[in-house]
């Protein structure tokens, strides 16, 4: 299972980006989707997560700010970033788990999308 991150950039303090995330490969079922964030010198860190019912949650830094959302029959995980603030400045990556036509368990990553906010 692959997943393919975009939407990343660069944008001035105050302003808004989408991210959007695709799922492929022999997916037989999506469960919780994620976005996660990794700043320079940083751990990678979580930042909001869905449920395959659409039950979210958030880091406190995104909590109002954030809001991340998914499309089941596109196999689309979203992040709109809204108020962005210089220290939202990662490195963003998708995560989903999930099961295979095959009847395997996965856990996989995106290859990571770039969001550098200007002061």
């Known amino acids: 299972v692959q997943l393919q991150a975009s939407g990343g950039g660069l944008v001035e303090a105050g302003g808004s980006l989408r991210l959007a995330c695709t799922a492929s490969g022999y997916i037989y079922s999506l469960n919780d989707m994620a976005w996660y964030r990794q700043a320079p010198g940083e751990q990678r860190e979580l930042v909001a997560t869905?449920?395959?019912?659409?039950?979210?949650d958030y880091a406190d830094s995104a909590q109002g700010r954030f809001t991340i959302s998914r499309d089941n029959a596109k196999k689309m995980v979203y992040l709109q970033m809204n108020s962005l603030k210089p220290e939202d400045t990662a490195v963003y990556y998708c995560?989903?788990?999930?099961?295979?036509?095959?009847?395997?368990?996965?856990?996989?990553w995106g290859q990571g999308t770039l969001v550098t906010v200007s002061s």
């Open positions: 995560h989903a788990e999930g099961w295979t036509t095959t009847g395997r368990d996965f856990n996989s």
């Open positions: 869905i449920t395959s019912g659409g039950g979210t």
